[in-house]
Nanobody, 115 residues
Framework: QVQLVESGGGLVQPGGSLRLSCAASGIAFSIYTMGWYRQAPGKQRELVATITSGGETNYADSVKGRFTSSRDNVNHTVYLQMISLKPEDADVYYC?????????WGQGTQVTVSS
């Protein structure tokens, strides 16, 4: 059974930082491209960052320079370090795992940016 479990969300003030984690099980983690997406109510889910099996990263323009994704292939965990958070970063953040035609999603973790 594949599970992606996000954690680390919460309430942070503008300019603050959070680190999201996504623990994966049931997949050959090291071969998967892992992704972070976010979705606001009534809006489409949008890509935030991806990290390939080789560690190459890609970011949405809106988060470049502020968000960093990394992965731990030993512990089957992917991270999203977020700094300089803005109110518009507030969303539910989802972890994803992609390999060829296989796509898996976590349940999401809420990030709230507010003073």
């Amino acid at each position: 059974q594949v599970q992606l479990v996000e954690s680390g969300g919460g309430l942070v003030q503008p300019g603050g930082s959070l680190r999201l984690s996504c623990a994966a099980s049931g997949i050959a983690f090291s071969i998967y491209t892992m992704g972070w997406y976010r979705q606001a109510p009534g809006k489409q889910r949008e890509l935030v960052a991806t990290i390939t099996s080789g560690g190459e990263t890609n970011y949405a323009d809106s988060v470049k320079g502020r968000f960093t994704s990394s992965r731990d292939n030993v512990n089957h965990t992917v991270y999203l370090q977020m700094i300089s958070l803005k109110p518009e970063d507030a969303d539910v953040y989802y972890c994803s795992a992609h390999y060829v035609i296989r796509n898996y999603w976590g349940q999401g973790t809420q990030v709230t940016v507010s003073s």
